[in-house]
């Protein structure tokens, strides 16, 4: 029986410090390809294009449509244990297809579950990508997630033939380009360089109990962030928004979200909204430039996402039953996924503090989009006052 080698600590250090090194030299290639990748990982004219859709322009909002499969693929993904990289691809490839090809209904599942097949082949190990054999099992009636008992399926019976099929169908529309830059790459990033920060300046400071405060503080913020992320499934309008805009609000809002519940010291979130505003200043990959300098687009992609918190139904923290409520239906999955961090009493706190804010915000949107005698400009400086309340920034 062989000992077990350990690899020497200092070694480990060097290397580290070498990657570190190379890094730099490629920094701005890789910057700028990320840019490049992140400006195709969104649909422009995503919404009037799935209205030509003659069967499935309804998708988002027919629950047996859209949530029954995001359902089924979140089942997968703690079954499979799949990659988070992979459930965002997956969307993206089936709402690529959509904008470029007619799509009936009876073929709805196939495709969904195709473009699992094709994300995970690319992104995941081998043991984590499902066999032909079981999507076919999944796909056909008897196997499927139903919220309307008496519905007439519509699903032709599916066979590993068609998978194979529409998979070189699917290669083809897409004109074979499997990169795409997505939201969870985004958050790994921004968290990945809070970390190394905020962590050097501990230590630096030899404080090791904020150290492993910030540690925890940067988990919970990456789930919650993760979690927000996710729900930009459900929303069409989101798929017309870049992924890096997407990963930046989510993760000042989950900073938000995390302050308002009291869980680290003020100054701790003030640390690191700072350093997200402030990336123009920073020289360290992979946060050099964050592409989302366009304030309309970040406020889009905010109003969005406080459309949807104050939309669920936090009141009743039964995290079993939330698939019954009609309300909660469309998010149920991603509560249920999320439980574990307690997401609706974090929800239900954001809203209780927000909701004054948040009515106001309502608002004066309003006004900005009817009212003809407004003073525009003043309006817009306000909206965006209280959106910088709403992601706990300084005013």
Known sequence: MYKKVIYPTKLIDNEKLQFSITLKEYSNSINDTIKGINNISFIRNFNSILKQQPEISNSFINPNLRTRLLNLLIILQNLK???????????????????????????????????????????DKKNRTPEISELVRLSNEGNFIKFEENKTNKNE?????????????????????????????????????????????FKNTGDCLKSRNINKVLLLTYQISSFLGELTLTTQDFTQIPSDVISYVST???????????????????????????????????????????????????????NIIFDMNTKEFNYENVMQDKVNRKYGIFLQKYSQIQILEKLEMFKEFNKTAFYKLIYLTNLDSHADDVDEALVKVQ??????????LSI
Not at 88 to 109: A, N, P
Not at 168 to 182: C, E, G, P, R, Y
Not at 264 to 291: G, V
Request: proline share 1%; aromatic share 12%; hydrophobic share 40%.
């Open 383 to 392: 909206i965006l006052h209280v959106s910088q309340f709403l992601l706990g």
């Open 81 to 123: 244990n799949f990659t988070q990289q992979t459930l965002h691809h997956t969307i993206y490839l089936f709402d690529y297809y959509c904008s470029k090809r007619i799509l009936y209904e009876k073929h709805y599942t196939l495709l969904f579950l195709t473009c699992l097949l094709v994300s995970c082949k690319y992104n």
């Open 252 to 306: 000042l809002l989950a900073l938000s979200i995390i302050n308002i519940n009291n869980i680290i010291n003020d100054d701790y979130c003030k640390i690191m909204i700072e350093m997200l505003l402030d990336t123009d200043n920073i020289e360290d990959f992979p946060i050099k430039r964050l592409h989302t300098h366009n304030q309309d687009t970040i406020l889009k992609c905010l109003h969005l996402f406080l």
């Open 157 to 201: 019976e599916i066979d590993k033939s068609m998978f194979q099929q529409m998979e070189k169908h699917l290669l083809i529309t897409i004109d074979w380009n499997l990169s795409f830059w997505s939201i969870e790459d985004g958050l790994q990033c921004i968290c990945t360089f809070l970390k190394t920060i905020l962590n050097e300046d």
